[in-house]
């Protein structure tokens, strides 16, 4: 059986007339919300913070708010479904939408067309009547008669405020140019590459107790036959990495992380991206003072070669790394200041920095290594202390991995929309063989 498209308009109008009183109650219990989220952080009661009638208010007025939207949404999906079952969901705007429009802009600027629109025999009326507004026909003309003369029109545009005195310009169209907005746009991170080249583990404790080596035996000989066979010297210090937890949080109102697409994400990215930004600089640097870790600089027994005069920065860099080589380690990074990398490359063949670029020059592919080794840059490293070292000879342990919580629960975030987001991670760092390690000095 059809259904009448006049059964139709009749139920599109009541249903777009409860949409406009569920508007109205919408913002009725939003000013009843924030009144009662007010007196809910002014209050001070004792006992529970549940037992409060403020809070208990404060309960109900998001309650009543939250079921006044939802009933707001299945309206409009009502008011959706209703279009698409006359055809006018892709439609050209409807009559009713054309005379609702036409009668809030004759509010707006003091003039009245609706005798216009409401006239019987206009023809105007004559062609809404015959569907013409919701037909898919797109040509034709319709004459509505006269609105103004121009002598009432020209009056009426003057009267205007602000109407422009003279050729319209970017400035005077300015409140009818829409801006182009981009939204929020991905955040360039860093890459942490010295976390990549330190072997993780795990751990099961809050504190590593271990033994440092700190030299392996050297004095092993030939014997001859009934001789005394030589003693051979080992040195173990005792030493031990307490688990440390790294953390930040933040606080956003739950209806822009609703509102702006892409904000959780990436706050879900640079949260976690912090942590481990402390950590890396926590492993190369951190003092082991209060809640700080004990990075590799700061660990006692490293290399150290003296500078020699006239070395440059790559000449120390080598000079640490026969240091270390001459522990018994086997050198495959070397960490260096962002500005001490570019030195290197900026090296030329005479001292007066003529000749040729000895890096291969501002054109030539320089990969980042020197003296064969993988070369990683951090601002956190001295600029005059870059690190050479074998990365086996430490490990970052995981009491608990970098995550990401969230929670309305934090203080008075239920009531006020908000949500906390932390990050955080627990580890410890345990230097095994600091002689593994070995300190360039490029003071001069």
Do not use: C
Request: net charge negative; aromatic share 6%; charged share 20%.
């Amino acid at each position: 059986m059809a259904v009448q498209n006049g059964s139709l308009d009749a139920r599109l109008r009541a249903v777009r007339d409860e949409i406009g009183a569920a508007r109205e109650e919408r913002a009725t219990r939003r000013t009843e919300r924030d009144s009662a989220r007010e007196a809910f952080a002014n209050a001070n009661h004792e006992g529970a913070v549940s037992s409060w009638p403020e809070f208990e208010a404060a309960q109900e007025a998001v309650r009543a708010l939250g079921e006044t939207e939802d009933r707001l949404a299945d309206l409009q999906q009502t008011e959706q479904a209703i279009l698409s079952m006359m055809g006018r969901d892709n439609q050209p705007v409807s009559g009713e939408d054309a005379r609702r429009a036409i009668e809030t802009l004759a509010a707006a600027h003091g003039w009245d067309g609706r005798q216009l629109l409401s006239a019987e025999g206009s023809a105007y009326r004559e062609a809404l009547d015959r569907g013409i507004f919701g037909s898919t026909n797109k040509f034709g003309t319709i004459h509505l008669g006269e609105i103004a003369d121009r002598d009432n029109a020209v009056q009426f545009l003057s009267e205007l405020p602000n109407a422009p005195a003279g050729p319209v310009t970017s400035t005077t169209a300015a409140p009818g140019i829409q801006p182009d907005r981009r939204g929020l746009q991905p955040y360039q991170l860093r890459r942490l590459s010295f976390l990549d080249l330190i072997p993780t583990g795990t751990t099961d404790s809050n504190s590593i107790e271990y033994v440092q080596v700190a030299n392996i035996p050297g004095t092993t000989a030939t014997v001859a036959e009934g001789a005394i066979k030589p003693e051979v010297g080992l040195g173990l210090v005792d030493a031990t990495a307490a688990v440390r937890t790294i953390a930040g949080w933040i606080k956003v109102n739950r209806q822009a992380m609703d509102d702006m697409a892409g904000l959780a994400t990436l706050i879900n990215t640079l949260l976690p991206y912090d942590v481990r930004r402390k950590i890396e600089g926590q492993i190369l640097a951190g003092d082991g003072t209060g809640t700080n870790l004990r990075g590799i600089l700061n660990t006692p027994g490293l290399g150290a070669p003296a500078f020699v005069a006239g070395d440059n920065a790559a000449d120390a860099i080598l000079r640490a790394m026969t240091t270390v080589i001459l522990s018994d380690a086997d050198p495959n990074f070397v960490a260096a200041h962002p500005l001490v990398w570019q030195d290197i490359l900026l090296m030329r063949e005479n001292a007066d920095r003529s000749g040729q670029y000895l890096a291969g020059g501002p054109f030539g592919m320089t990969a980042p290594t020197i003296w064969g080794l993988a070369l990683t840059t951090s601002t956190v490293i001295p600029q005059a202390t870059p690190l050479v070292g074998d990365s086996m000879g430490a490990t970052l342990l995981f009491r608990e991995g970098v995550n990401v919580k969230t929670s309305d629960s934090d203080q008075d975030d239920f009531v006020r929309n908000r949500v906390t987001v932390l990050a955080e991670a627990r580890v410890a760092f345990p230097v095994w063989r600091p002689a593994s390690f070995a300190i360039a000095d490029t003071t001069a």
